[in-house]
């Protein structure tokens, strides 16, 4: 499966238009042991292309999957990024999430059910890395709880996905 046509997709994303393979590693927390899983994502240009959906999968040992689907869209009047996301675990967002871009890579702070996340999107060549980062239950004093709650304002990591044009 090759490139999308970029058609009026935002140009910005025409990077990771396609069908991508690899897959996530997760850390260790409260949300489960240290694991890797397959993993694939898509990202295809919709509604002639003025936006384009990523869809990511994967499976778990158990048989179980997890499903998100994100649409990306530029804002007309400050032509930003903007992400609205959803999957098959947690609540809908309530609203689109704006994107930044440093370095070359796609970054976005958004609030969720469990707190705040970060997700770092970017494609070097054939690879494309997404990794998403959780707020731990660190104090504005640099006083660490331990608990990653999604609460504070320092970010450890909660799962890396790198996967290869394919």
């Known amino acids: ?17 396609g069908h991508w393979r690899g897959s996530t590693r997760f850390a260790a ?6 694991r890797t ?15 384009v959906v990523q869809s990511y999968r994967h499976r778990e040992p158990d048989g179980t999957h997890f499903e998100g689907h994100g ?16 999957d098959n675990v947690n609540p809908a967002p309530s609203a689109p999430a704006r994107c930044t871009w440093h370095d070359g890579a796609l970054t976005v702070e958004r609030r969720g059910s469990g707190g705040w996340t970060r997700h770092t999107l970017r494609v070097n060549g054939d690879v494309l890395t997404h990794v998403t980062d959780l ?6 004093t ?11 304002s ?11 044009r394919g």
């Open 71 to 86: 649409i990306f869209t530029v804002d007309p009047d400050h032509q930003d990024v903007f992400w609205y996301y959803v």
């Open 37 to 51: 899983v397959d993993a694939e994502v898509n990202y295809t240009t919709v509604a002639g292309g003025a936006a």
């Open 135 to 140: 707020r731990t239950g660190a104090k504005a």
């Open 1 to 17: 499966m090759g490139r999308t046509p970029i058609g009026r997709a935002p140009g910005a994303l025409a990077g990771f238009l």
């Open 29 to 34: 927390g409260p949300w489960g042991p240290e």
């Open 154 to 164: 320092a970010y450890i990591s909660l799962m890396t996905s790198s996967f290869q």
């Open 142 to 152: 640099g006083k660490e709880s331990g608990v990653p709650n999604g609460t504070g």
